[in-house]
T-cell receptor
């Protein structure tokens, strides 16, 4: 089944404890993105990647890192999480040159 | 700067009503306008989309109206059902540029039985 998977789905952590949210897609898509969703603010893009080893900042990149060492994986790294990073996070992918985006199921992160 | 402006933020209608969600954009380079539907606990999924060479597109009970001169487009849900209760996002896509898909802020729709 073609899909975008994220892990974990739920995570509660404490301020300053490094964490990684994994994202993987099995559709051979070139583009991958990370979004955060907050009430009243909609989907805000954190980082995106056009292909392996090519990443760039989205609208709200502060406090986040990403890497794209393989085409299928695009992990989101929070080196020192803070409470304002409590949010619902979505990974997404799409083929290059097309406009339909496929979203993962989301990761709900709480930073205490 | 919000590339796509969406309203209202939330909407409550009775079953059978016709909720309308509106979006506006400025960048004339956009050439594809999708709507995504998100149920609680799920990621957004493509619902319906339109290109600017047509003024309306229907798929089942969902209709997009597009006004190119006003740079506005809207989603209408005919005969709305409680199962349509979800968050709806409009988006706009431009074929050039590295980062080329932009989302509205979302509308939470509740359809009351």
């Amino acid at each position: 089944e073609a899909q975008v998977t994220q892990n974990p789905r739920y995570l509660i952590t404490v301020t300053g404890k490094k964490l990684t949210v994994t994202c993987s897609q099995n559709m051979n898509h070139e583009y991958m993105s990370w979004y955060r969703q907050d009430p009243g603010l909609g989907l805000r893009q954190i980082y995106y990647s056009m292909n392996v080893e090519v990443t760039d900042k989205g609208d709200v990149p502060e406090g986040y890192k990403v890497s794209r060492k393989e085409k299928r994986n695009f992990p989101l790294i929070l080196e020192s999480p803070s409470p304002n990073q409590t949010s619902l996070y979505f990974c997404a992918s799409r083929p290059g040159g097309t406009d339909t985006q496929y979203f993962g199921p989301g990761t709900r992160l709480t930073v205490l | 700067q919000q590339q796509v402006k969406q309203s209202p933020q939330s909407l409550i209608v009775q079953k059978g009503g016709i909720p309308i969600i509106n979006c506006a954009y400025e960048n004339t380079a956009f050439d594809y306008f999708p709507w995504y539907q998100q149920f609680p606990g799920k990621g957004p999924a493509l619902l319906i989309a339109i290109r600017p060479d047509v003024s309306e597109k229907k798929e089942g009970r969902f209709t997009i109206s597009f006004n190119k001169s006003a740079k506005q487009f809207s989603l209408h849900i005919m005969d709305s059902q409680p199962g349509d209760s979800a968050t709806y996002f409009c988006a706009a896509y431009r074929p050039t540029g590295a980062n080329n898909l932009f989302f509205g802020t979302g509308t939470r729709l509740t359809v009351i039985p």
